[in-house]
């Protein structure tokens, strides 16, 4: 019986944390750490490339805004990835590698639970047609751009010039626990913490979380642009996440309350991508 709860308490957990963070919270890989501007036949274009790092984050931010006052129509696909080897129970001061016998069984249960869980939340997708308002459809949910980053807020920002297309890689600087202000909030939209933390009622009879830390590094932004009309065609977003929540067992499974803060952890990363018509629908 005590294993059985045990399993219950893992699966309620990592379903209250995967469905939350999939609520609020695009593609991975590497970019060379030289900024540049790679040229292949360059036709007739309405903008120069840009050429450095500056100039390409300014080039970005003026035709990915452009998407939210001249409404094309949009299309949104998510797709999100929590590897089963990140799903992990620890103790507080103790490192993810270390073995602790007594929650052998939640971390065997909580991977598997996943599967189940993350398949139904894996893939989600909307549109809005031509001349819709595509404000809360598009990043940043809320605000009348899709982007705000500044120079302080990248690693890098390349451009490849294929004859009239371009296309932008931008590798955001890491970021721990987003504020309002931060680069998460200027690119992708800032999560509500308090609404997460709320999810954790679900499993109040087993357990309470008072917070959690996200860590975001990796992630990136790629747009295709038509350079011809400098509109874009394309974006693909990559957010990836470390997350540690700090939970305190309760009634049955007290017992894995233990002399060390029980501490969930979890890799979360998810794939939007958009695409984009911006010939307006006939008739």
């Given at each position: 019986?005590?294993?059985?709860?045990?399993?219950?308490?893992?699966?309620?957990?990592?379903?209250?944390?995967?469905?939350?963070?999939?609520?609020?919270?695009?593609?991975?890989?590497d970019?060379?750490?030289?900024?540049?501007?790679?040229?292949?036949?360059?036709?007739?274009?309405?903008?120069?490339?840009?050429?450095?790092?500056?100039?390409?984050?300014?080039?970005?931010?003026?035709?990915?805004?452009?998407?939210?006052?001249?409404?094309?129509?949009?299309?949104?696909?998510?797709?999100?990835?929590?590897?089963?080897?990140?799903?992990?129970?620890?103790?507080?001061?103790?490192?993810?590698?270390?073995?602790?016998?007594?929650?052998?069984?939640i971390?065997?249960?909580?991977?598997?639970?996943?599967?189940?869980?993350?398949?139904?939340?894996?893939?989600?997708?909307?549109?809005?047609?031509?001349?819709?308002?595509?404000?809360?459809?598009?990043?940043?949910p809320?605000?009348?751009?899709?982007?705000?980053?500044?120079?302080?807020?990248?690693?890098?920002?390349?451009?490849?010039?294929?004859?009239?297309?371009?296309?932008?890689?931008?590798r955001?600087?890491?970021?721990?626990?987003?504020?309002?202000?931060?680069?998460?909030?200027?690119?992708?939209?800032?999560?509500?913490?308090?609404?997460?933390?709320?999810?954790?009622?679900?499993?109040?009879?087993?357990?309470?979380?008072?917070?959690?830390?996200?860590?975001?590094?990796?992630?990136?932004?790629?747009?295709?642009?038509?350079?011809?009309?400098?509109?874009?065609?394309?974006i693909?977003?990559?957010?990836?996440?470390?997350?540690?929540?700090?939970?305190?067992?309760?009634?049955?499974?007290?017992?894995?309350?233990?002399?060390?803060?029980?501490?969930?952890?979890?890799?979360?990363?998810?794939?939007?991508?958009?695409?984009?018509?911006?010939?307006?629908?006939?008739?």
């Open positions: 019986m005590k294993k059985t709860l045990t399993s219950v308490l893992a699966i309620a957990l990592v379903f209250t944390v995967l469905c939350s963070l999939s609520g609020c919270l695009g593609i991975g890989g970019t060379s750490d030289q900024t540049r501007a790679t040229v292949k036949e360059a036709g007739e274009t309405k903008s120069a490339a840009p050429t450095d790092s500056l100039a390409v984050l300014e080039y970005f931010n003026k035709v990915v805004n452009a998407v939210k006052t001249e409404k094309p129509s949009v299309s949104r696909e998510e797709k999100i990835d929590v590897p089963n080897s990140s799903v992990k129970f620890t103790r507080a001061g103790q490192g993810e590698d270390e073995k602790n016998d007594d929650l052998e069984i971390n065997k249960a909580a991977p598997e639970l996943k599967k189940l869980i993350v398949a139904d939340i894996t893939k989600k997708s909307q549109s809005v047609v031509h001349g819709a308002n595509n404000t809360e459809l598009m990043y940043v809320g605000e009348g751009y899709s982007s705000a980053l500044t120079a302080a807020d990248i690693i890098d920002a390349s451009c490849t010039v294929s004859d009239t297309t371009y296309t932008i890689v931008i955001l600087q890491p970021e721990t626990d987003p504020k309002a202000d931060g680069i998460m909030a200027r690119s992708f939209g800032l999560e509500d913490k308090e609404s997460i933390l709320k999810e954790f009622d679900k499993t109040k009879d087993y357990l309470t979380a008072k917070d959690y830390t996200a860590e975001y590094s990796g992630c990136t932004i790629k747009a295709t642009v038509d350079a011809t009309k400098d509109q874009v065609t394309k693909e977003y990559y957010k990836a996440a470390k997350i540690t929540s700090e939970v305190t067992p309760l009634g049955p499974i007290e017992g894995l309350k233990g002399d060390k803060q029980l501490v969930l952890n979890l890799e979360y990363k998810k794939t939007t991508n958009f695409n984009l018509d911006w010939t307006a629908d006939e008739g």
